[in-house]
């Protein structure tokens, strides 16, 4: 017989069903206070706290968005259910949707808010109610976001106990999501405190790199790498120190290199630059490691030499010029460099170390006007140096009046004896010192400016000799050489144009320029160079050997002649490399349709070998040394009888 139920049953089972109901809900938050509670790391526990919060109220999805740090807006951290692929990390202005009527009225959101609502208001949200509720998340201080269900499971609508159930569960997890959140903060904060410690350190040692630099800087040359003028300072003040009480001495050189300004000029000061590392490199193979050699700046290098003597030091000297001999050669220009060496020993000739590089400046400079490898200074030396300033103060007025006597050193050619010519040499007829010879007071023309003035005087008085000569030999020709500004100068050109009428008389004249000067602005000087040929003036090139092999532009420039340097003729006989390069530029002019001129010719056997080797014509002091106007008059006539 079937047992019928009552109504008190049917409520007892129900009341039953929902005390099940209570408890599993109970036991689902306390189960989701205990995950969260230990868990620190902040994306774990929001998705800890979604998952709990969608099974709690049966929601299809469920969202938690938290307002932003700027408070103008709340971005969803976490998600659970039903097409969350894309919302976490979406961002939304605060005021928006139901979100925003939350957030503006701090209380939750569900379709029983509607009854709370005006009609205008009521209409508005009525759509959107049924399928939303969304509880405010309030943390200790302020509000930190929500939690919102969307859609419930089973087509039903969010009920009353499922928005106290929702308030309960977000009244409480926020001690936990707070906490995670500081703990995400600290470990923020440990990472940028890391970084900063990082860059700190990195800034550290960029500081650190950039002192080494700037003491390295302060203390070496960048082009060379040698210790540079303070750190010369230093090194020789320890070196003073040290022969003081050791009772020994110093030796010093300084080293200028010559012609450097221009060699600049030409090839380029990058070039330039790494000339003087190749340089500086050369050197360093020979220095002992008790000595320094220092770049004082510009072209200017010094060797201390501790314990040395004078003689020794002289050597080290002859040591530094011999590593010079070799040619540099950079991007295939080959470059021959010398130096003028001074020497000073210390205390001998000094205990202040700017007293010794005074004096070893002016050995220095005597070395050079004298065309000597190393001089050693000598208390002369500062009269001749006071002598020279006011030589330079004379030149002045020696251009004005003209204090200066052309001689003439005749050239032959060798194959027939004949004479052929001669180069111009200038004299200052000093009214005090007498006759001075043109190495002396030369570069201080061209230092002075003065050098224009006195080349165009040059040329006219050459002019005007020649024509009286024509009635003794008609077909001599003057060689004159002409200066680096000279030839570059504006003026030059159209001061040819008026004096030169005729080819004829453009004939008489033979213009030797340097081979240094294949370098320097080539396209104008290939232009001035044609002009000057088109005048019928000769270009002949002088002292060929010790300066820029351009073979390739030296094709393409208008010159006919080439000067072999007398530094390969005059020790010919004696060494046989020197032979060999006399010879082989012999063959290379030849080939090239260039004659040949050597100069230097001291013997009657280097007067003989040169005319075996087939150079054409003959310069030097076995065929006469430079004579005076009447002297080469008289000269010619012997020739001509």
Known sequence: MAVNQTPENDITVELRQLLQQREAEIELLQKTFKEIASELDLKKAFHIIADRARELIQAETLLIPIIDKDCKHYTYHAASGKDTDN????TIPLDNGICGWVWTHKKPWWRGALDELSERERNRWEQEAGSVILVPMRGKKHLLGGIAGINKIGDDEF???DLNMLSLFASIVPISLENAMAMQQIEEARKLNEIYLHRLEKQNNELIESSRELEYLSLYDPVTGLPNRSLFHDRLTQNITTANKQKQSIGLLLVDLDNFKHINENIGHDKGDYLLHLIAQRFLDIINYDETLSRLGGDEFVLILPGLNADETLERGKLLIHQLKQHF???????????SIGAVMYPEHGKDINILLQRADLAMYNAKANKRDVCLYEEEIDTTSLEQLTLVGDLRQAIEEQQFELHYQPKTRISTNKLIGAEVLGFWIHPVRGLIP???FI??????GLIHKYTYWVIETVLQQTSHWDKLNNSLKIAINLSTQTLMDPEFIKFLDELITSRDKGRKLIFEITENLFLSEYDRLSETLSHICHLGITLSIDDFGTGYSSLSRLKRLP????KIDRSFVMDMENDPDDEVIVHSTIELAHNLGLSVVAEGIESESVYNKLGEMGCDTA???????PLSVDEFSDFIKSYTA
């Open 443 to 448: 570069h201080d023309l061209e230092e002075t």
């Open 159 to 161: 009920s009353l106990r």
């Open 329 to 339: 050669i950079i991007e295939d220009i080959e470059i021959a460099v010398d130096a």
């Open 87 to 90: 919302i976490i990390g979406t």
């Open 438 to 440: 043109p190495s002396i």
């Open 619 to 625: 310069q030097g002091y076995y065929i006469s040394k």
């Open 559 to 562: 010159v006919s002649e080439l």
